[in-house]
Structure formats: C-alpha cells, structure tokens
C-alpha cells in the first residue's frame, strides 16, 4: 500500500496503490485528513492501481466527502473490471453521496 496526496493548481490527487483495506486504513486516513487542512475546489482519488479494497476504504472516501462538502467536486477513478470498480458499483452510490466514479484501462 502506498497513498499519496499531490496538490494542482485548484484541485488535489489522492493517489492508493496496493491494497485499500482494513490492514492498510488507519496510514490513508492520516495522509488523507493531513492533506484537507485547506480543502480544494476539485479532488481526483485515483484508485486505478489499487489491487484489494474493502468497506473500511469506502467507509474512508464517504468521510473524505462528507469533510469537503458542497464546495467540492469529487471524481473517483477506478481500473474498468477491478475490485475497486465492483465494490463501489455494489454499494450503488450515487454521485452525491461519493463523487462520479470513472472507469479507466482494463483491469
């Protein structure tokens, strides 16, 4: 597991690659609440490298939507056919709840 935030110009990256579960939540929800001391107009979590993900992490992008509120816009990308993808679409999460969920490559 490796998270990451990267700031541009009016939007951030928050970047997992790994595994996005449970053993790995506690290191991403400090990397991810560190990064919203000043919360941005636009934020991409890219999640299009992570190989395992588990309720804990969507538990992690609801609470990342819930501190930013209206005034952001989230897009979540996922790798097409991965587990990321499958978990999210199984929670049926509307776009006001999570943010848009895109697809990308082949998984």
Known sequence: MASSVTRKADFMIFTVEGEFSIF????DFQIFSNALAEVPGNIL???SQVSEMDTSAVQLLLWLKKQCGDSSHITVDVRSGSSA???LKLYQLPETQLGKLVSTGQG
């Open 24 to 27: 790995s939540i506690a290191e």
């Open 45 to 47: 979590v890219d999640l």
């Open 85 to 87: 993808e499958h978990l």
